[in-house]
């Protein structure tokens, strides 16, 4: 069986143990940041399957990682949990707003802990990959759609937009495409996470282009876009 790799992002020596002991007869390497700065370069260095992030942390705090994580098309599927004091609602909503899969109160319970723990680990092993998809996206900034060029490929994190116009990263967008045998269309806010510039190529492997980020994909797209990939990737 794959031993699988779960972050522990956390500046507190005491939750970080508290945390491993949770592990200790699990197939699971652990990985441990002690600041946000060290949790993103062990995600990208290690790819784990799995993430636990303090929100508060010395250099980069949780929000800020999350973000930098998901940004990254190649980490953006890694389930990513925020973990922080109960009670405080405007912490609450810092960590939903970087974009975290889920939330974890301290004092950590430790069935709620094992128990998101093993439900994620069994989506990440599930998780369809990124696909190739020729597909017609519109685009632009607020409501209108006014740009249109074709993805190369798809996941349900984001897609893979080829122009040779890419916008900045950070760029807000509204997007709208359609998948095949699927009247309604995928509608989304999103983002930029990355761009490959046409002057600079640094990704030689893809095209000039950009890699967006969807940000509020409804439950019945999601699930659409999980099927199509989920189906195209059986296929290969």
């Known amino acids: 069986m794959e031993r699988k790799k779960v972050l522990l992002a956390d500046d507190v020596e005491l939750f ?4 491993k002991t949770f592990f200790r007869r699990e197939q699971v390497d652990l990985l441990i940041a002690r600041n946000g700065v060290e949790a993103v370069e062990l995600a990208r260095r290690e790819k784990p399957h799995l993430i636990f992030m303090d929100l508060f942390m010395p250099e980069m705090n949780g929000d ?10 190649e980490l953006a599927d890694i389930p990513l ?21 889920d939330l974890l109160l301290k004092p950590i319970n430790r069935h709620q802990f094992v128990d998101a ?28 759609r ?13 897609v893979f937009l080829e122009t040779s116009n890419p916008l900045p990263p ?18 989304s806010q999103a983002r930029v996470a990355w761009i490959n510039d046409p002057k600079r190529i640094t990704k030689p492997h893809l095209p000039a282009g950009m890699g967006v980020q969807f940000l509020d994909l409804s439950l019945a797209d999601l699930q659409a876009v999980r099927d199509f990939v989920q189906t195209a990737f059986r296929k290969t």
């Open 16 to 19: 970080l143990e508290l945390e």
């Open 64 to 73: 800020a990682a999350c973000r930098a994580i998901k940004a990254d098309p």
């Open 81 to 101: 949990l925020m973990v922080t004091h109960g009670g405080r609602g405007a912490d609450l909503e810092r960590c939903r707003a970087a974009g975290c899969d």
């Open 117 to 144: 723990a093993s439900r994620y680990l069994r989506l990440s092993e599930r998780q369809a990959p990124r696909v190739d998809a020729r597909l017609q996206v519109r685009y632009g900034e607020g409501l209108k």
């Open 146 to 158: 006014e740009l249109t060029d074709y993805s190369l490929n798809i996941s349900t994190g984001g």
């Open 170 to 187: 950070g760029s807000p967008l509204s997007l709208e495409f359609n998948l095949p045998n699927r009247s309604e269309p995928i509608v």
